[in-house]
Structure formats: structure tokens, C-alpha cells
């Protein structure tokens, strides 16, 4: 299991609009499918790409060679521009104990929020939280951890959206935090 996090080259943009958007997410569900990878969060930001995901073989790095290296050659042909698209390498922490990879899964679901690019994770089409709630399918096939948080699935998925709702509500708290020591 592998927290991964891919950086736009000098934080620059991966992604200009929608239509870049859903060919990064369409890559990377074809990458998973092809390097039999279970995707098990993701958010697409406007910079960078985060992912939790299950390799079954060790082959993390060249999946995601392909996944990267296709879609910069693909954004660069349709962007007429050329050279590096992405700050490589990537980077890739394994999560070795449960506790790790609900904080990482956690941390990946509340991204957009904690951006200030959206209120609740719900609103973020390009990113798994939807899929991980049923709320709606996402654009990549996710497998959510919800075995960690309860056996039941509808359960497990209650409680994931409660986790979520508290990361929400400490990211609100911190910015009148920060509001009030600025006054």
C-alpha cells in the first residue's frame, strides 16, 4: 500500500481544464487496470495528483512511469508545449499499518478542502470521495478501506463520512484560527 503524490515540474499546473482533468483520471484507471493496482483514493488538484493505492506486484515505479510520462506527452502535444511536465520523481511512501493508511486515505479525501477549492470533499468531482460514499461513481474504480473502519458496508461508509465531516470541521476551525490572530 502507497501513499503517492505527483508534483507538477516548478508547481506548475498538470491539468487546465476539464478536459485534462478526465484524461489524467482515464490513464490512471487504465494504468491500474493494466499493473493490476487497486486505486484505493485519489484527488486530482490543479498541481498535483495524490493516490493511495494497493500494488499486487512491485511495480509501483513503472506504472507510474506510464501513467505520467503517457499523459505529459499527451498534454504536451495538445497544449503545443514541450519539455517536462512533471518534477520527478515522484514520491511514494509505503503505509504500513492500518492507522497509516486511513490517515493517508483521509488526508487524500480532504485535499480540495483543505486547498480552499471546495467546502466538503463531496463537491469535488475529481477526486474519490463520491465513489468511497456512493454518492456517485468516480472516474477511476476505487476499492475504499472501508473493512478498516467497520465489517458492515453501509456502516464502514457512515463512518468514513463522519471522518471526513471531522477533518472538514478542523479545517474550518483552523482558518477562523488563523482569522482571528491576524485581527
Partial sequence: MHHVVAQGNNRQAIVTDDCDRAALLRSLSDTAS?????????????????????????????GMGRLLGGYARWFNRRHG??????????????????????????????????????????????????????LRPTLVP?????????????????RLGELVDEQVARIANEGREVGKAGR
Fill in 34 to 62: 493494466r499493473f493490476r493496482w487497486s486505486c484505493h483514493a485519489y484527488c486530482l488538484m490543479t498541481t498535483h495528483l495524490h493516490l493511495v493505492v494497493e500494488t499486487r506486484d512491485p511495480n509501483l515505479g513503472h
Fill in 142 to 158: 476505487t476499492t475504499p478501506l472501508l473493512g478498516l473502519l467497520a465489517p458492515n458496508p453501509q456502516v464502514a461508509r457512515a
Fill in 81 to 134: 508545449r514541450v519539455g517536462h511536465l512533471f518534477m520527478t520523481p515522484f514520491f511514494s511512501r509505503v503505509l504500513q499499518t492500518d492507522e497509516h493508511v486511513l490517515a493517508a486515505t483521509l488526508y487524500v479525501l480532504v485535499n480540495p478542502v483543505r486547498a480552499r477549492l471546495c467546502r466538503h470533499p463531496s463537491e469535488w468531482m475529481w477526486g474519490s470521495y463520491g465513489d468511497a460514499v456512493e
